[in-house]
């Protein structure tokens, strides 16, 4: 039977990145962001448990699975099989399409306005039958999620908008306070909802595997607690937690969900894979232990797709259905079940591509309009992902009237 170790050493060698640090190995902490390093003979490790017991850790057996992957050598030392460095390490790398990235970067603010305006064109004007006469409804979402794209103050915002008016994206420019108005309408929240599913139609057939995971973006608002550690209160920025499924090819989000910071990720994967289903066909759907249940693996089998959940160390698969069926393939063939589950590492690219571009902090105050900022920024980060597939893949993208897409998916 497998040991702890052993478990271990295995989910290191599939979700991190070994690297190589002279004739040493530099492997990631699981609990921190620390490295400890692994002698090139593997007969020593930084880490405590070496320290203390003087026998292989999961860091050593985990550099030993990466050298076998890469090296496929052994050689029998004192009684033990071990893997022998005989050469310099392969460094996987993954083909740049610099032409294709180029192109898409240079065009990427006409073509993201274009994209927009006719995603918005799709949105229904409700009725108005008192008040004085307000701003066009599709005008005012192109303007909040272009004010979100552009990422500089909303005073600063409006030459750009002004440009868009003078393209005809918009009859009327709006003032800046309208723009923040509007983040605050409650009914904005189901429209942003629909143009990020609508944004992620044209790659639905280059996607049909998915990853699920959330993050938190900080707010201006502080939240205090006791702190054990230091045995006082602390302030800090409150935050929200963006939950998404997002295709690991291309990195689109197909849906997604808001929360506040201590809602807990598992209960919302259902809904996404739901959500998910209803645009795409989807094959396999990988996340981590976190969303480990019966429930879960129930709610992505009854789509016909196979489940990639990291399991807990109690787990025993006594559960019973999909959950009982993927813990025996985990524990038979864990290197074919984390090969698989990889691919949830693709999320977390998301959230970073997102975070990097459009800022990991929400800078609106009221709860409605932190919410509908943060599923612009999803929304911007979708259409900037069809930008670049455009180029790469060959899509031919672009919106009807309705706001859905002209044309299916193709490549050339």
Request: aromatic residues 10%; proline residues 2%; glycine residues 4%.
């Amino acid at each position: 039977m497998m040991s702890d170790r052993q478990q271990k050493a295995l989910e290191i060698a599939a979700t991190s990145k070994l690297a190589k640090q002279g004739d040493a190995w530099l492997v990631p902490s699981q609990s921190d962001n620390g490295h400890y390093v692994v002698a090139s003979d593997l007969k020593h490790c930084t880490c405590p448990d070496y320290e203390l017991r003087q026998r292989d850790c999961k860091h050593i057996l985990a550099t030993e699975i990466v050298i076998e992957r890469e090296c496929s050598v052994t050689e029998t030392n004192d009684g033990q099989t071990r893997t022998q460095i005989v050469s310099e390490s392969v460094k996987v790398t993954y083909r740049q399409e610099w032409t294709a990235y180029n192109t898409a970067q240079t065009n990427e603010k006409a073509l993201f306005q274009k994209l927009l305006n006719e995603l918005c064109d799709g949105v229904v004007e409700p009725a108005q039958t008192t008040g004085r006469p307000r701003l066009a409804y599709r005008d005012m979402i192109f303007s909040v999620a272009f004010k979100v794209f552009s990422t500089v103050s909303g005073r600063r915002f409006m030459s750009d908008l002004s440009d868009a008016h003078a393209k005809g994206y918009i009859a009327k420019v709006p003032h800046f306070n309208s723009i923040f108005n509007y983040l605050e309408l409650e009914a904005l929240t189901s429209v942003l909802r629909e143009l990020i599913a609508r944004s992620s139609l044209p790659l639905k057939a280059l996607e049909t595997n998915f990853a699920v995971d959330s993050s938190g973006f900080s707010t201006c608002q502080y939240a205090s607690w006791f702190n054990a550690k230091y045995g006082k209160e602390v302030d800090n920025h409150d935050w929200i937690k963006i939950h998404l499924m997002t295709g690991v090819r291309t990195n689109v989000v197909t849906s997604v969900e808001v929360s506040d910071r201590n809602a807990h990720d598992a209960p919302f994967l259902p809904q996404l894979v739901d959500d998910t289903a209803k645009n795409f066909t989807i094959n396999q759907v990988s996340a981590d232990k976190g969303y480990t249940g019966r429930k879960n693996h129930h709610a992505i089998a009854k789509h016909g797709a196979t489940p990639y959940i990291a399991f807990k160390k109690n787990a025993t698969g006594k559960a019973g259905g999909m959950f009982e069926t993927m813990f025996h393939y985990y524990s038979l063939n864990r290197n074919a079940f984390l090969a698989q589950y990889h691919r949830r590492s693709n999320v977390e690219t998301t959230f970073h591509m997102i975070k990097a571009k459009f800022g990991s902090r929400i800078r609106s105050k009221g709860t409605t309009a932190q919410v509908n900022e943060a599923l612009c920024k999803v929304l911007c980060h979708n259409i900037c992902v069809l930008i670049q597939s455009i180029f790469e893949f060959g899509i031919e993208a672009s919106f009807c009237a309705d706001g859905s897409p002209a044309q299916e998916a193709s490549r050339f």
